[in-house]
């Protein structure tokens, strides 16, 4: 398999995976123009695409979703919970309820869902594999890190988690302090030290590569987040690549599958 990062941040976030002949999108957080633009940018087959997964229905990830679908008649996959919030937007197109924690399958991939402490209604991390056992999870928009999340993620050929804030710039920072108790909640977004406990507790021998994803524009800074989970990488003896996704900028797909030597990088 190979993933894009089309953007991740506070503004917008969209991963693409590509299997042999599927394509999926993860997330549709930018409107069409801005889609086309990122996956124009990293050669992702954006035209191709088989099916729209929605993690949650928070406008970054969800407002480009309805469009998108529309224009490359797919189906989005959703909970139900994420498809009544977002009913009107989507009330014309080919939806497909899935739960909280299941499976079902798209082409050549099969997607595991588990359910996630946030926010929104029936919020999901979801973990993409294809038929040799390659698997790839995504979660971020999780308030707290959950027995049930690192079950789901301890067997990942790679992942991609949220480093959402560091405390102190999230104490700091521009935000009223209801805005700053949502954050930090047990419903909120992950801190770089939530990150290095979750990082640290999943982490195996088999784990290829792992990138940091939703870093607060505001309260958060690339590399703070690099260095703090990239400290517990090292601690854990971690010998794979460590990126850092960014908000402004799509990555270049990274495969799964083809193990990587140490490296640890801000990334695009």
């Known amino acids: ?26 997330d549709a957080g930018f409107g069409p123009k801005a889609l086309k633009t990122r996956a124009e940018a990293v050669d992702f087959p954006l035209a191709s695409l088989d099916a729209l997964v929605l993690t949650h229905e928070h406008r970054d990830h969800a407002s480009g979703a309805a469009k998108l679908a529309a224009t490359h008649d797919i189906p989005v996959y959703a909970t139900r919970g994420t498809l009544r919030a977002l009913e009107v937007e989507l009330a014309d197109l080919e939806t497909v309820p899935v739960d909280t924690n299941s499976r079902f399958g798209v082409g050549s991939i099969t997607i595991d869902t588990c359910q996630i402490p946030h926010d929104a209604n029936e919020p999901i991390a979801v ?3 294809d038929p040799v056992g390659s698997r790839i999870a995504i979660v ?5 890190v959950t027995e049930r999340l690192v079950r ?3 067997d990942a ?3 991609v988690i949220e480093a959402n804030h560091d405390n102190h710039m ?5 935000y009223p302090a209801s805005v700053r108790a949502r954050i930090a909640g047990p419903r909120g977004h992950l801190s770089n030290e939530a990150a290095c406990e979750l990082f640290t507790r999943v982490c195996h021998r088999r784990l290829e590569w ?8 505001n309260c958060n800074r690339r590399d703070l987040a690099l260095d703090a989970v990239g400290k517990a990488a090292r601690n854990v003896g971690f010998r794979g690549k460590l990126v850092v996704a960014h908000q402004g900028e799509p990555t270049p797909p990274m495969s799964v599958g083809k193990p990587t030597q140490l490296d640890f990088a801000l990334g695009a």
Do not use: K
Not at 140 to 144: E, K, V
């Open 1 to 26: 398999m190979e993933v894009w990062c089309l953007g991740s941040g506070s503004r917008g976030n969209a991963f693409g995976v590509r299997h042999r002949d599927t394509t999926i999108l993860i």
């Open 127 to 129: 973990a993409l594999h």
């Open 140 to 144: 971020y928009d999780t308030g707290r």
């Open 152 to 154: 789901f993620l301890s």
């Open 157 to 159: 050929s790679a992942l």
């Open 170 to 174: 999230l104490n700091s920072g521009p």
């Open 210 to 217: 792992t990138m940091l994803a939703h870093v607060s524009q």
